[in-house]
């Protein structure tokens, strides 16, 4: 591995290369651990219970990435295929002995620079300015979801577009 796809800090090295799956590649260890970590970060400790396993992750276009550090996933989000070009992170989340090292934002950036078409995502309303550091745009009225309030956000990615670098 290049120095260039790690980042060491004091106890801390993480691949800076995300692992992309479909889901028929995933393992059972991986799913595992995707759930687990969406379940400790979404339902315990933002305390919002819903139904997370929504069956899109094991459509056959969803792609689950992922950053590692030390063999277990550090941070995560997957990619919808919605149909006419149309694209859905969703499910971005670290674990919380992770923040602070700039994983999601490097999930996003290798999401965006790897996917073309229209990206929506609906943001958690307190992460509209980050998402919008990104590149990502308001596309609709704030709504509330499972007690959490989100701003539906888009970003059109044509061929040689990079609005993240």
């Not at 990435?65 to 990619?79: K, P």
Request: aromatic fraction near 8%; glycine fraction near 10%; hydrophobic fraction near 35%.
């Amino acid at each position: 591995m290049k120095a260039s796809e790690t980042e060491s800090r004091p106890g801390r090295q993480y691949s800076r290369q995300p692992v992309e799956r479909l889901f028929g590649d995933l393992t059972a260890a991986q799913l595992h651990d995707i759930l687990e970590l969406r379940s400790r970060v979404f339902i315990v400790e933002q305390e919002c219970v819903y139904h997370d396993i929504d069956g899109r992750d094991a459509e056959p276009l969803t792609k689950h990435v992922w950053i590692e550090h030390e063999g277990s996933i550090a941070a995560y989000l997957r990619v919808l295929d919605d149909g006419d070009g149309v694209f859905r992170i969703g499910r971005v989340v670290t674990s919380p002995e992770h923040r602070g090292h700039g994983l999601a934002a490097t999930l996003m950036a290798y999401v965006i620079t790897e996917q073309r078409g229209v990206i929506v995502l609906d943001a958690q309303a307190h992460l509209y300015d980050w998402y919008s550091r990104l590149g990502f745009t308001r596309s609709g009225a704030d709504f509330t979801e499972d007690g959490i309030a989100h701003v539906p956000m888009y970003l059109s990615r044509g061929l040689g577009s990079h609005p993240v670098e």
